[in-house]
């Protein structure tokens, strides 16, 4: 257990719609960052968040967006869904840049 | 040239043969470099961090070199339970994973 907590595990929604993912870090970790995780691919970078700040983000549109909470617990929110965006998404919480990062179980997205 | 790139696999071995992994990456000012472990429709979990001076733990040894921008994973003495998708993974500010290789210890 990483005490790396996301929810909801699965979600079905229809393109053109609007999803918010969310992951509770685990505690003492201010760092949280999130991967888009397509069948037979690796972890692809979306963006991180450091003490409620955006530090860094990966080749994703603007339609991706987040936020982090001022107990480091943090969300996802990715509008206009297209097909394509139908993947695992998954959380990791660090306790600063540049370590070891622990997983949360992810939510698998389907997008129809 | 990809960020991270890792050998495409997949391995498919004998209950203890000994196998290896190579991983390059692109930026030459990572600074932290692990190896994590992905079992199917898992998320990844780290197996282990990877320093200049190579390190081990039981059955697994982690070299890097940085002037060749280059980590490896050995896995001696392999198990079943050893089965799983080995993502290098490197850090400048965030972590960025390679595609993964997949491994299949057989009996």
């Known amino acids: 257990e990483t005490g790396v907590t996301q929810s909801p595990t699965h979600l079905i929604k229809t393109r053109g719609q609007q999803v918010t993912l969310r992951c509770s870090s685990q505690s003492g970790h201010n760092t949280v960052s999130w991967y888009q995780q397509a069948l037979g691919q690796g972890p692809q970078f979306i963006f991180q968040y450091y003490r409620e700040e955006e530090n860094g983000r990966g080749n994703f549109p603007p339609r991706f967006s987040g936020l982090q909470f001022p107990n480091y617990s943090s969300e996802l929110n990715v509008n206009a869904l297209e097909l394509d965006d139908s993947a695992l998404y998954l959380c990791?919480?660090?306790?600063?840049?540049?370590?070891?990062?622990?997983f949360g179980q992810g939510t698998r997205l389907t997008v129809v | 040239r990809k960020e991270v790139e890792q050998d495409p696999g997949p391995f498919n071995v004998p209950e203890g043969a000994t196998v290896a992994f190579n991983c390059t990456y692109s930026?030459?000012?990572?600074?932290?470099f692990f190896w994590y472990r992905q079992d199917c429709r898992k998320e990844p979990k780290l197996l282990m961090s990877v320093y200049s001076s190579g390190n081990e733990d039981g059955r697994f040894t982690a070299q890097l070199n940085r002037a060749s921008q280059y980590i490896s994973l050995l896995i001696r003495d392999s198990k079943l339970s050893d089965s799983a998708t080995y993502l290098c993974v490197v850090n400048w500010n965030d972590m960025r994973f390679g595609a993964g290789t997949r491994l299949t210890v057989k009996p």
């Open positions: 930026n030459s000012a990572s600074q932290s």
């Open positions: 990791a919480s660090s306790p600063g840049t540049g370590t070891e990062a622990f």
